[in-house]
């Protein structure tokens, strides 16, 4: 087996679930969260107002992390102690009063102040869960392009807050959105787990996740894009098959946290699997 790709084969792949486990037994802890925009969800007990912080959250999640808490902290001090109740009463004229001068890298404030106006919007009709539930038809994929046609609809036009799937996105940010909506541990709240089933969620794909997933073997895509999302996952279903994205979580810590390094996980694999392939020999 190459040392640099320690899960290219499926065999290899269902021999490390054990691995696997005690990765996620480990560091799938709220200690473990921060930095991460998954950490303002838990400012909130109302299933709107998480809603409406994890999409505001989750579509400003990219760039650099410290950038990203700013952004998301500066928003929501401004939707107060109940966002959805904020953007379910505020006027036009009034919130982007509040935002004018926004701008975070290729949002400012128009289209963000659009974006937070449809989520009011939508908030005013139901739960954002009914909204992506109206649209979903078992095929995750297609279900949040839907979901998003009909969130944009709204606003009138499309939004790179909110990409679509049918352009061939990894749709990180969405992913990520539906894992901490769907998923239910201890760090993703799942509260939506019982309209949608975490075996169709697709892994959130980034430049970081994407290079994770391509040292270990998990991928042989050149590129971030939504086949290479799938790739991932389906090789995360031979470890897990109910819950393809239950390890993004913790695999992800290695390099968005200081004391956490890709190179030593990809190590501590290869030595794990080298020392399994070896006590097989020895049961011979």
């Known amino acids: ?43 909130y007990t109302s299933q709107k107002d998480i809603e409406a912080v994890a999409l505001i959250a989750s579509s400003l999640a ?31 004229e009034e919130l982007r009063h509040r935002l004018k001068g926004f701008v975070y890298r290729f949002n400012n404030e128009c289209d963000v102040g659009d974006f937070l106006l449809a989520i009011g919007n939508f908030l005013r009709q ?14 995750i994929v297609r279900s949040v392009n839907n979901f998003v046609l009909n969130f944009t609809s709204y606003i009138g036009y499309e939004t790179s807050l909110l990409p679509l799937p049918s352009r061939g996105s990894a749709c990180k940010r969405l992913f990520l959105f539906l894992r901490w909506m769907v998923r239910h541990d201890n760090v993703d709240l799942g509260i939506w787990c019982r309209s949608v ?33 799938k790739e991932i996952t389906d090789s995360y279903r031979d470890i897990c098959e109910v819950d393809p994205v239950k390890y993004d979580f913790a695999v992800t810590r290695f390099g968005i946290r200081d004391e956490f390094d890709k190179a030593d996980l990809i190590e501590s694999l290869y030595n794990w699997l080298e020392e399994e392939k070896q006590n097989a020999k020895r049961t011979v």
């Not at 760039?63 to 006027?91: D, W």
């Not at 139901?126 to 095929?139: A, K, R, W």
């Open 126 to 139: 139901g739960t954002i869960e009914e909204l992506f539930v109206s649209g979903f038809n078992g095929d």
């Open 62 to 92: 990219y760039g650099r992390v410290g950038q990203i808490l700013k952004a998301v902290e500066y928003i929501l001090n401004i939707l107060g102690q109940s966002p959805a109740e904020y953007l379910q009463n505020v006027s036009a």
């Open 1 to 43: 087996m190459n040392v640099s790709f320690p899960l290219e084969t499926k065999e290899a792949r269902i021999l490390s679930r054990p691995f696997f486990e005690e990765i996620y037994n480990r560091y799938t802890v709220r200690e473990l969260v921060s930095p991460d925009p998954l950490q303002f969800l838990y400012n």
């Open 197 to 229: 089933s975490a075996s169709s969620l697709i892994v959130p794909v980034d430049t970081h996740a994407w290079s994770i997933a391509s040292n270990l073997g998990l991928c042989k895509r050149r590129n971030v894009c939504l086949m290479a999302a």
